[in-house]
């Protein structure tokens, strides 16, 4: 494990009635390699008490609004680095420690990671800036980069994988309220980088998340959206206040709606209505005019409550698929030994792999010998066992050892 090295920091985590995915967040939080990390646990009454016996600082929200949350989790936070990450994300144990270290240069104000899709492996989001408009484009990144705004649009800090130098959040006054859901992060990227133009944002690969798609506020099961109004009120507030247009939000919006449809996800029906939920809040936003920069209000925060590191050691752990309940067993002693592990359960068909925090502590991973499991990869990869057990340890052993 590489312990040495990065500021101290606060994980502030943001939950709201999702008490199993912020259980598994929190257990993979518990293997975090930092040295120097606190918590901080923004939650509806009923999932603040989550996992007890973590030492963590705690407060309660029940507003359906992220960014009074996230303000509230960064009144708390003693860090000098502030981290936030989604409660249905599972952090990579070298998650935390990654993303801390660029601000060592104190150009960096800003940094993010490399995000994964709910199979585990499979990117949703890499690197990308963020125009005037609030609209995200990809950049081409392969290892960590400083960088600064390009023709207006700085890097997209994606939420659920972002990093903030603690004392410049607090000078442009903190998350708004206005952004109630969607591009919250995104508004602080455009006042940072007005505020700051010659400070830059970090793009760490290595920092890595899985974020899965959990209902919420604007989306049911699948990641099909029932309400587009905040979506549409918050584009119309980010646009008026940077200098940016929706009209491109529209098309998107549709276009999305359509592949549902086409999935069979999404009763043809109801896509009208749904692009009228879109209209209402873009309207609403323009009946409210652009909202105020914000302003931090907020007392000091109070003293930092250490959070305990993983200890090193990582053990990696394959075999075949029907002795998975052996090597569980191995898998939850070696976890008792406080290690880090990988289980990797091969079956000799071309399934495609998945990765997950299993409820005993332990990283898991399931697919067949010839099945794809990176980006990029066919459907069909000809390799005997011993190659692909080394393929896949070779991929994790950068942010597991």
């Known amino acids: 494990m590489h312990r040495q090295g990065g500021a101290s920091a606060t994980v502030i985590v943001v939950s709201r009635h999702r008490p199993r995915e912020l259980e598994r967040c929190l257990s993979a939080l518990t293997r975090q390699t930092h040295p120097h990390l606190e918590v901080v646990l923004v939650a509806d009454p009923a999932s603040l008490q989550t996992l007890p016996d973590l030492p963590l600082k705690r407060v309660s929200c029940d507003v359906p609004n992220i960014s009074i949350a996230r303000n509230l989790g960064l009144a708390l936070a003693a860090g000098e680095v502030v981290l936030f990450i989604d409660d249905d994300a599972l952090a990579e144990p070298g998650w ?218 990582a053990e990696f752990i394959w075999g075949w698929h029907w002795n998975a309940r052996k090597l569980r067993a191995r898998a939850a002693d070696a976890v008792a030994e406080g290690k880090l592990v990988t289980l990797l359960l091969l079956t000799p068909t071309f399934l495609p792999h998945r990765l997950t925090l299993r409820d005993g502590g332990w990283w898991e991973q399931y697919g067949g010998v010839w099945g794809a499991s990176r980006p990029g990869d066919s459907h069909m990869i000809l390799m005997t066992r011993s190659a692909r057990i080394a393929r896949e340890w070779g991929f994790f052993a950068a942010v597991r050892r």
């Open 96 to 313: 935390a420690l990654a993303l801390t270290r660029p601000f060592a240069d104190p150009r960096v104000m800003a940094a993010t990671g490399f995000t994964r899709g709910p199979d585990g492996l499979a990117w949703q989001v890499r690197a990308e800036r963020i125009t005037p408009s609030g609209q995200s484009y990809e950049i081409e990144v392969s290892e960590a980069q400083f960088l600064g705004p390009e023709e207006g649009a700085p890097v997209s800090t994606v939420g659920t994988n972002c990093a903030f130098r603690r004392s410049t959040l607090l000078e442009i006054g903190g998350f708004d309220p206005a952004f109630a859901y969607h591009l919250d992060e995104s508004d602080v990227n455009l006042r940072l980088a007005e505020r700051f133009p010659v400070r830059l944002t970090a793009v760490i690969p290595e920092a890595e998340v899985i974020h899965g798609l959990a209902p919420g506020v604007s989306r049911a099961v699948v990641g099909v959206p029932h309400d587009l109004s905040a979506i549409g009120r918050s584009t119309a507030f980010f646009a008026a206040r940077h200098g940016g247009d929706v009209d491109w939000l529209r098309q998107a919006q549709r276009q999305r709606l359509l592949r549902h449809m086409v999935a069979g996800r999404l009763d043809p029906l109801r896509v009208g209505s749904l692009l009228a939920t879109l209209e209402s809040g873009i309207a609403e936003a323009a009946a409210a005019g652009v909202p105020p920069d914000p302003v931090w209000t907020h007392p000091a925060p109070p003293a930092f409550q250490p959070f305990p590191a993983s200890p090193p050691g």
